[in-house]
């Protein structure tokens, strides 16, 4: 599983040197983080539309396309910040054993 994320992320920095003509990668990091940022925005709306239809269909596929979609336009926000999706596995690994009520009472305290 982290091996493609490690080849998106390797893509995604490749195509930070790219013309914008070059691909949509490409243009959305040219257009700048706002785009991108729409971007991620709309595919989670997508998202959940998807999931909600998929609640009553019981078919699923759509609701894993968006899901591919909303990842992927976030690991592009990432990339524009600067930041390797490792960063987000490392955080997600940390929680492991963690009560999710603990963790959020941490960040509340900090």
């Known amino acids: 599983m982290t091996d493609t994320l490690a080849r998106l992320a ?10 914008p003509d070059s691909s949509y990668v490409a243009s959305l990091y040219h257009k700048g983080l706002n785009k991108i940022l729409e971007k991620v925005g709309e ?4 998202t959940i539309l998807a999931a909600k239809d ?13 899901t591919a979609d909303l990842w ?22 940390r929680r492991f054993g ?6 959020k009472a941490a960040r509340t305290q900090s």
Do not use: C, N, T, W
């Not at 595919?43 to 997508?46: H, N, Q």
């Not at 699923?60 to 968006?66: A, G, Q």
């Not at 926000?77 to 997600?92: I, K, N, R, T």
């Open 43 to 46: 595919e989670s709306v997508e």
């Open 54 to 66: 998929a609640a009553i269909s019981q078919q699923y596929d759509d609701v894993i396309y968006e």
């Open 98 to 103: 963690l009560s999710g009520h603990a963790e």
């Open 72 to 93: 992927f336009h976030s690991l592009i926000m990432l990339s524009a910040l600067g930041q390797h999706p490792q960063a987000v596995l490392d955080e997600l690994d």
């Open 10 to 19: 390797q893509v995604l920095e490749e195509r930070k040197q790219a013309a």
